[in-house]
């Protein structure tokens, strides 16, 4: 009812003026109290309806604000970290591929080295094989060319004496006299007088 009394009063300060007008520019007290009561009234109003509220929304932007710019710091600092983990684990990746190509050199090398010395003993083996098989193979020949020196001397023993000559003590002197000849023994001298 206060603010129906203000009008009122307001229209009877405003039908007074229109009475006693006077030309020019007059201030009246009045009227400024009551525009300044008007515009307390219309703060008031207005904070309670809409700044508040706009206050409540700028404290929550601003706090929403403050978390994302801490949220892009911590986001910041664990990208750092990330990154140096990164570079961290490149560098143990290199330094183990590193590792893993020197073993495989390593391993490459011996195996070359068992290859090259099982190639060698394989080759000392064929030699050593190819030897003995070369004296065997001397010795039957030896063994088989006296065979067939012995009965070729027979032979032409038997002839000369017209008779064949194969008894076993014939076939023994035989055989002694190709190894004193062999061995450069008196009978390699020829027939003693």
Same mark, same amino acid.
């Given at each position: 009812?206060? !603010? ?20 020019? @520019?007059? !201030? ?36 929403? !604000?403050?978390?994302? !710019? ?18 961290? #684990? ?14 495989? /050199?390593?391993?490459?090398? #011996? ?25 065997? #193979? ?15 001397? @027979? ?14 003590? /014939?076939?023994? @002197? ?20």
């Amino acid at each position: 009812m206060a !603010i129906v009394d203000i009008g009122q009063a307001a229209r009877e300060v405003v039908r007074l003026q229109a009475e006693t007008a006077t030309p020019g @520019l007059t !201030i009246n007290l009045f009227w400024i109290i009551v525009a300044a009561l008007n515009f307390l009234v219309f703060f008031a109003v207005l904070y309670l309806l809409v700044l508040k509220q706009i206050g409540v929304t700028l404290r929550e932007r601003r706090a929403r !604000i403050e978390q994302g !710019i801490h949220d892009a710091d911590q986001a910041r600092i664990e990208r750092a970290a990330g990154a140096a983990a990164a570079v961290a #684990e490149l560098h143990a990746a290199r330094r183990d591929a590193r590792e893993i190509v020197e073993r495989a /050199q390593k391993l490459a090398q #011996e195996g070359r080295a068992a290859d090259v010395a099982a190639t060698r003993e394989e080759l000392e083996r064929m030699r050593v094989r190819a030897t003995a098989d070369i004296e065997a #193979e001397k010795t039957r020949a030896i063994a088989d060319l006296r065979a067939e020196v012995a009965t070729l001397a @027979l032979d032409a023993a038997g002839h000369v004496v017209r008779e064949t000559m194969n008894s076993d003590r /014939q076939r023994r @002197l035989v055989e002694e006299f190709l190894a004193e000849a062999a061995a450069g023994g008196p009978a390699a001298g020829g027939p003693t007088a």
